[in-house]
């Protein structure tokens, strides 16, 4: 049995249902090459290309943006990050207060950067051997990284 490359094998996997999967983890110009390989080999008429990065669109490359529907994402709105926040909190084990939770709403642009800041500030109660996470834990996030 040759060697499948992830692509290959994703490609395989998923004819049968005529929609494709790819985690774009590769830099673009290998995700490009890898889809020309796919046509060049036969591709299904009927099919879905889905992918999904978090990058601008003037990083994708022009050749691969002109052959896609692009949909784009709202960003999260400040109420949203405070209840992500709060699930991480209660996830990193630690009750967090209201005001510590609105601070890592304001400075986070997403979901990710909510639940990082929690997990940070997790880190330093329990350092701190603290019961809980306070507005202030959260401060010395934002100011020291």
Sequence with gaps: MRKMNIISGI??????????????????????????????????????????????PSEIPPALRSRVVEVFCRPVDPEELTYIAANGAKKGGLPIDKEALQLSAEYSENGRDAVNMVQMAVGLAEAGDKRFIEKGDVRFIIENG
């Design 11 to 56: 490609f395989q996997e998923s004819v049968r249902h005529k929609i494709i999967y790819l985690q774009m983890w590769q830099p673009a110009i290998h995700f490009v090459m890898n889809i020309h390989q796919i046509f060049q080999r036969g591709m299904p008429a009927a099919f879905r290309l889905i992918g999904a990065t978090t990058r601008q």
